[in-house]
């Protein structure tokens, strides 16, 4: 049975000024909210790969998901990083940067990075 690491980092929308502007246990509250949503997202991901024989560990990071990405793959010792990517271009990738280009760019080990589909071919 093949064993698969799966992490997933987030982002928590201005969390520096929401701790000042927040009492504790209403900033406490906001964080662990886009935790949950994290947990449930990735938990809906690996359950559409259910019964294919693989043993999941996962992994959910607050934080700058480059660095999240590259530091649990070194910690694992991965030998493959497989990303999907939201296949941004032009202006929009420059500025918002690419995380696939800079985990590529930092990983321990080789990188796979999926586009998403942009059309749905049908078979008759």
Do not use: N, Q
Request: charged share 25%; hydrophobic share 45%.
């Amino acid at each position: 049975m093949s064993r698969i690491r799966a992490i997933h980092a987030y982002h928590v929308p201005f969390e520096d000024r929401m701790a000042l502007a927040l009492p504790p246990m209403e900033f406490a509250a906001y964080k662990a909210r886009y935790h949950d949503d994290a947990r449930a997202g990735l938990l809906r991901l690996l359950d559409s790969f259910d019964g294919l024989g693989v043993t999941w560990e996962s992994s959910i990071r607050r934080g700058d998901a480059r660095r999240a990405i590259v530091r649990e793959a070194a910690r694992w010792k991965a030998d493959l990083i497989i990303m999907g990517a939201h296949g941004r271009s032009g202006i929009s990738r420059a500025l918002l940067g690419s995380v696939a280009e800079s985990v590529m760019r930092s990983a321990p080990c080789d990188v796979l990075v999926a586009r998403p589909s942009t059309f749905v071919l049908e078979l008759p």
